[in-house]
């Protein structure tokens, strides 16, 4: 996919997601969005997959350790044909197949279960990990949220992966500033997260996340990567390219109107953000 | 073969640790999936010269038992059998979310190993002697609890985990264990072994209490009261007829554990018979209390878990009966 269309899939995941949940009125909207233009670079054509056999060895793997984003990987999954777009109208419902937060066991395409933070990301770890003891070339992608990178966890798996080399693990940071009580500075200081993770023995770097390019460049400079693990941080606009969510302070968690859905579809389909 | 029971129980002379780490390399030599995880004990698990020799399928985690547990949840989606090892105290409450929900929610297949049960892990103390680990496993749905009572067993639970699938949580002494079962025994998860049959009461114990509600048997036979011991090494899922039949053959029942009564062994047992066949009985084990630092010996007394305190808890039943 070259640019302009990895740009009008991004733009069609978000409003694929808005119309899954214009009736249900609510949900983890602001890190959806956020994360959906590297989504649309992993699934239009970065990642190795099957969406007819989710479960083939061959694929690369994909972790969502920020678990509530998991509409936006529903999204994802929907548009490239694992279940059918229908089933996004049933997020949240009881008895479904498309939770809150990701759920190995239910949905299909969904790599690993995630909500306790911290967790998805030593999941991907062992992933790579597992591949390479089998010597098997996969590659292995996760995202982390940037609130998430409070919980000691992502660093104990920080430390690991280049401890055991793991070159085919590329992680992002989905750093849009924000978590669930305000500005990510506000609850706990950052810093530097690029310059962390080097630290850490990982080969980092900042990128846009709302660039697809530039997406998908660091991610080629990954996968020259021969013995460290890659960690990209995008900087990202929480509630991205959805009006009523963006602007919002306090956007972790929103609850909207079907007219507000409608008008935000509205604007995506002419092509504003 | 099915299991056969000693004639003369005899203290082991091989530590459990040993058999851990050799039962592993010989299990990696023919199948390269199994891969043993540590946290930093490989001096302590009996792994570190596998390590030197073979650092790919003996992994070295460090000190990070979270993560530990995550990387052993990811391997597994690749078609990797995980054996991830710490002391009781961490491989349970110190990873308990993350065995919930990266293991137990996400229908992981990790073998979760914690080491050093209740008073066994002696000199180490109180922060490190888990007398909750084995209840807090199961309250994971699917998690299958059990503890290797000898080496023997344990050899043949580590075999029999490689091929089956789901979680499990396998509760090891790291020393020597008293040698109940004849080499080549066999043992069925989910099934108790009955180590003597008898008319008047029954005792049933798991690991380390299992020896010494042998040796409590020995004294009420003294006193002409005949017990039946069962050795109920899967604490979940429990043997539910095993319990009930013992109990309707008996109408006594007194259970021994290393552990927390509390959720362990004595309210599995007692779960069943409330429901099932309601019998006097009595519970040996940790009162609801800390650990604290002295020799197995010491602690066993300590905190009244042995021969003599379970042959009282009989006669205190068999009272009631």
Known sequence: MVQEDTRAFAQTLR?????????????????????????????????????????????????????????????????????????????????????????????PGVDMSAGSLGQGFSAAVGIAHGLKVQGKDNYVYTVVGDGECNEGQVWEAA??????????LIAFVDKNG???????????????????????????????????????????????QTDKPTMIILHTVKGKGCSFVEHELNNHHARFTAAQADEAIAALEKGGC | MPYTVRTQLTPGETEMRKVYAATLADMISKNSKVVALSADLMSSDGTQANHKKDPVHFVQAGIQEANMIGVAAGMSLTGIIPYAHSFAC?????????????????????????????????????THMPFEDAGLMRLIPGMTV??????????????????????????????????????????????????????????????????????????????????????????????????????????????????????????????????????????????????????????????GIGAQNIADKALDVLKRK
């Not at chain 1, 430390?159 to 085919?168: D, G, I």
């Not at chain 1, 990128?207 to 400079?221: K, L, S």
């Not at chain 2, 029942?253 to 099932?276: K, P, Q, Y």
Request: hydrophobic share 40%; glycine share 10%; net charge negative.
């Open chain 2, 146 to 303: 059990v503890e290797p009572t000898d080496v023997v067993m344990l050899e043949d639970i580590l075999r029999q985990t490689e091929t089956l699938q789901g979680s499990f949580y396998i509760r090891m002494a790291r020393k020597e264990a008293v040698n109940i079962y004849e080499p080549g025994s066999t043992f069925e998860l989910g099934k108790a072994a009955k180590l003597r049959d008898g008319k008047d009461v029954t005792l049933i114990a798991s690991g380390y209490c299992v020896a010494e509600a042998m040796t409590a048997a020995g004294m009420l036979a003294k006193q002409g009261i005949e017990a039946t011991v069962l050795d109920m090494y899967t604490l979940k899922p429990i043997d539910r007829e095993a319990i009930v039949a013992a109990a309707r053959a008996t109408g006594a029942v007194v259970t021994a554990e290393n552990h927390n009564i509390l959720n362990g062994l004595g309210s599995a047992v007692a779960e069943v018979l409330a429901e099932e066949y309601p019998t006097p009985m009595g519970r040996v084990g940790i009162q609801d209390q800390y650990g604290e630092v002295g020799t197995l010996d010491y602690l066993r007394d300590r905190f």
């Open chain 1, 15 to 107: 409003i694929e997601l808005l119309r899954g949940l214009r009736d249900v009125g609510q949900g983890h909207l602001g890190g959806a969005m956020s994360v959906m233009d590297l989504l649309a670079v992993l699934y239009g054509g970065e990642m190795k997959i099957d969406p007819q056999n989710p479960g083939w060895d061959g694929r690369d793997y994909f972790v969502l350790s920020k678990g509530h984003a998991g509409p936006a990987l529903y999204t994802a999954l929907a548009v490239k044909g694992y279940f059918p777009l229908d089933w996004l109208k049933t997020i949240n419902s009881n008895g479904t197949r498309l939770p809150s937060h990701c759920d190995r066991t239910k949905t």
């Open chain 1, 178 to 224: 924000k978590q669930l009580d305000g500005p990510t500075d506000d609850v706990l200081v950052l810093g530097d997260l690029r310059q962390k993770f080097e630290d850490f023995g990982w080969f980092a770097l900042d990128v846009d996340g709302h660039d697809t390019d530039a997406i998908r460049a660091a991610i080629a400079r990954g996968k020259q």
């Open chain 2, 90 to 126: 961490f491989a349970s409450r110190r990873v308990y979310d993350q065995a919930f929900i990266s293991v137990g929610f996400a229908q992981c297949n990790v073998r979760i190993v914690g080491s050093d049960p209740g008073i066994t892990a002696t000199y180490n103390g109180g």
């Open chain 1, 159 to 168: 430390l690991y992966a280049p401890s055991h080399r793991l070159n085919h």
